[in-house]
């Protein structure tokens, strides 16, 4: 009998975490242009309300037109923005980049996971970043639904492979995500397909219990069983029913779209190739029909994609291969988290509210009126204590205001009758407000503030 060797066996460094540093380089270069954006400081300034009365609001207090049972589920969210605002002029425009990092993060582990290798791992974060531009560039509520939906597939395609009782998990996973967003509501849709077709749902009473739990926790929100009603309003909204602003359906003269569009082609093709499950060419179909309704709903379907598209062609041992831990992820991550905060610093106000400089012009010229702005002015001022006439979120509001705000931001049409004392608008976009019977009083920060003329 040979005696066995002492030495302890040496495990192999694994590779250049390529991938991981793709994702540093990307949250680096995002820094130098990410904003903040319209659907965002409405949220803030609902949640400043809330974090100084203690009570969650009755409908939309910064509003003056009229309104119709908006019902508000998403506190949560409110406070936590409310909260990182008041951080400083960055910290919106920084908590973007985290989430897109940690977004990235998740995908690639997906990914490595299913066998994908760190080069391929590099190609899908570019293609996902590329892709998604607009909504990993520009700070939005939607932002804080890009980890919980990344988490979410994440284990659902681990379940697939390895069924458990660790499914569960979806179910506190759709608890939090209900009270942050209701981009929850694809998450769900993206369950319920792998409920049905996927083995990775487990026996029968797993299936059921975890569909319907996860369903049920949707109401454990802040409007509890008014949450239904929040999303019924909020898919049959009027720029919805336009598919317009935020609702735009993709647009082949958008650049951004286009980059989209290609992205999530190449995506597919590499996804195709490694063969996916019949669960993931359904929720793509899904995902797929959604992005095609609204641009907006892209990302859901590239984030979808990506860990899918890491997998390698070959059938191959799951995971990647054994070996010590390497610090270049952690040191390349924690590089890049400081670089992109100098440079964030640096921009100054141009990561802060859009319009900041021109508050205080507005508010003077107000005097305690109501005010009709453009988006995303108008959250700025609202978020700021200025009594707007109608802003985000549009479905707050009956659908004549919607039509009418809607028609103001899109051709300068102020709404008739209404209570509006002033109107602000960018300055090479006055003429149509001028001809129905306003001047320009004060022009500041590039919008022009205009009252009735007489």
Known sequence: ????????????????????????????????????????????????????????????????????????????????????????????????????????????????????????????????????????????????????????????????????????WLVPLFVLWGNLHGAVLVGLAV????????????????????????????????????????????????AAARGTDLWARPNLGHPLDVAMLVAAALLLALAARARMSVWEWVATAGLAVGTASAARNGVWLLLFLAAAAMRPCVATGRGSS?????????????????????VLAGRGTSVGAPGQSAVGAVREAAAGRPVLAVEP??????????????????????????SDLLDFLHDGTVPAGADIGVVVVEQDATAPVVAAGWRVVREVGGYAVLERDG
Do not use: C, K
């Not at 037109?65 to 508000?72: L, T």
């Not at 749902?201 to 299936?207: A, E």
């Not at 009594?387 to 009956?398: E, K, L, S």
């Open 191 to 238: 369950l319920g397909v792998f409920l049905v077709l996927s083995p990775g749902g487990g026996p029968w009473r797993r299936r059921v219990g975890v569909g319907a739990g996860s369903a049920l926790a949707l109401l454990l929100t802040s409007a509890g069983l008014g949450t239904p009603a929040y999303y019924v309003q909020a898919l049959a909204n009027e």
């Open 1 to 168: 009998m040979s005696q066995a060797d002492p030495t302890p066996a040496v495990r192999p460094r694994r590779g250049v975490p390529v991938a991981s540093l793709a994702v540093a380089a990307w949250v680096v270069a995002l820094s130098f242009f990410v904003l903040l954006g319209s659907d965002l400081l409405w949220v803030v300034a609902l949640g400043d309300t809330v974090r100084a009365t203690g009570s969650v609001p009755d409908g939309i207090p910064f509003a003056s037109a009229p309104q119709e049972g908006w019902h508000n589920p998403i506190v949560l969210a409110e406070l936590l923005l409310s909260v990182v605002a008041g951080l400083g002029t960055p910290a919106l425009a920084g908590l973007q980049l985290v989430l897109v990092a940690v977004t990235l993060l998740v995908v690639l582990a997906d990914g490595r996971r299913a066998g994908g290798s760190e080069v391929r791992g590099a190609l899908v974060a570019t293609l996902v970043v590329v892709g998604a531009a607009a909504a990993f560039a520009v700070t939005r509520l939607p932002s804080l639904s890009l980890v919980p939906f990344a988490l979410a597939v994440a284990l659902m395609r681990r379940q697939h492979e390895h069924p458990d009782r660790g499914l569960w």
């Open 377 to 402: 002015f108008a959250e700025t001022l609202a978020r700021e204590g200025v009594r707007v006439w109608a802003a985000n979120p549009i479905d707050a509001f009956p659908r004549d205001v919607q």
């Open 322 to 342: 054994a070996g010590r831990p390497s610090l270049v992820p952690v040191v390349a991550l924690a590089a890049a988290a400081g670089v992109s905060g100098v």
